[in-house]
C-alpha cells in the first residue's frame, strides 16, 4: 500500500513539474468561446522585454589554465609583461608571450577567436604554440602544442563565468613547464586533458576579482586539482593584474615539495625517484599581468 502511495504521490508530482514547465515555455492555454456580439475585442500589444543592459567589456587576459576569450578591437596593440598582442578583426587575435620567453625560454605562438551569441554568451578558441629556444636560455626544454575551447556567459552585471577545456600535446617534455603534469600511471603518456571554469566579479568600476577552479590531467590516474585567485586594476586602456594559482596531486592534497623537485630533477643522481617525489608537489604559477592597449 505504501509503495503504490509513494508511486503515485510520484508521478502527481512529476506532471505537476512537466505542466508547469511547458506552461512556462509556451504561456496559458488558449482559451475560445462564443463572444456576445456587442462586444468587440482589442488585441494588446505584446509587451517585448528588453535585453539586460551591461557595462562595457574590458580588455582582460584571464589565468595561465583558463584564459577569457577577450579579442583586441581590428588594428590594435597589446604590450605588456604576458603578451605582445595585435586584433587582426574584432574578433581574431595573434599575439606571443614576452613572459614565457624571458623567463622560460619559451618562443611562442597564441592564435584567440573569439564568437558572441548574445548579450550574454559568446564562445571562443585559443590555439598555442610553445617551443624552447637556445637563443632565449638553457633552463626549460619542452615543446607542446594547446587547444582551449571556451564559453562565457554572463550570469549578471557583476558576474560572469568562463568554462574552459583544455587539450596539450607535449612532443617534448624533458623539462617542461609547471603546467605540464605528469601521469604517474603511465609516465610516457604525451596528452593531458583540463576543465577549469574562471569566475569574474566586479568588485568596483576599475577592479576585479578572479577565483579560478579546475582539474588538470582529467585522462590521468592521478588528476591534479587546480586552484586559483587574482585581483586587476584597470585603468583607461590598460590593467595590471596580481595573484596565484596552484596544482596539485588530488591524492596528497596537503605536501608541497615543487622546489625539491625542481632541484632533484637536475641532480645527475641516479638514485633519485622523480616519480615519487614529483606525486607529493604542489605546482604555484604566478598570474602576474601589466598590460597596456594602443
Not at 615543487?258 to 606525486?279: C, G, I, L, P, R
Amino acid at each position: 500500500m505504501q509503495s503504490r502511495l509513494t508511486w503515485v504521490v510520484v508521478r502527481a508530482l512529476t506532471w505537476f513539474v512537466i505542466s508547469w514547465f511547458v506552461l512556462l515555455m509556451c504561456g496559458p492555454p488558449a482559451v475560445t468561446w462564443a463572444k456576445p456580439a456587442n462586444l468587440t475585442w482589442k488585441r494588446r500589444p505584446a509587451q517585448t522585454q528588453s535585453p539586460p543592459e551591461f557595462p562595457t567589456e574590458p580588455f582582460l587576459l584571464g589565468h595561465l589554465e583558463t584564459p577569457t576569450n577577450s579579442t583586441l578591437p581590428q588594428g590594435q596593440w597589446t604590450l605588456g609583461t604576458w603578451t605582445l598582442g595585435y586584433g587582426l578583426t574584432d574578433q581574431l587575435m595573434l599575439a606571443t608571450s614576452p613572459w614565457l620567453a624571458g623567463y622560460y625560454n619559451l618562443a611562442s605562438l597564441l592564435m584567440r577567436f573569439r564568437q558572441p551569441i548574445d548579450v550574454r554568451r559568446s564562445w571562443g578558441i585559443q590555439l598555442g604554440y610553445f617551443k624552447n629556444s637556445d637563443a632565449l636560455g638553457h633552463v626549460y626544454k619542452m615543446e607542446a602544442g594547446g587547444l582551449w575551447l571556451l564559453y562565457r556567459y554572463r550570469v549578471n552585471g557583476n558576474y560572469r563565468v568562463v568554462f574552459s577545456f583544455n587539450y596539450y600535446r607535449f612532443m617534448n617534455d624533458d623539462v617542461p613547464f609547471s603546467l605540464r603534469r605528469w601521469d604517474l600511471g603511465n609516465v610516457a603518456e604525451k596528452n593531458q586533458l583540463a576543465l577549469s571554469t574562471l569566475h569574474e566579479v566586479v568588485v568596483d568600476k576599475n577592479i576585479r576579482f578572479n577565483l579560478e577552479l579546475g582539474i588538470l590531467g582529467l585522462n590521468y590516474h592521478y588528476p591534479n586539482y587546480h586552484f586559483g585567485a587574482s585581483s586587476a586594476f584597470l585603468w583607461g586602456d590598460g590593467y595590471f593584474q596580481i595573484g596565484l594559482s596552484a596544482t596539485g596531486y588530488i591524492s596528497n592534497i596537503t605536501k608541497s615539495a615543487y622546489n625539491q623537485v625542481f632541484m632533484q630533477y637536475y641532480s645527475s643522481t641516479a638514485s633519485v625517484d622523480f616519480q615519487s617525489v614529483y606525486q607529493n608537489s604542489v605546482a604555484v604559477h604566478p598570474e602576474i599581468q601589466l598590460q597596456q592597449q594602443f
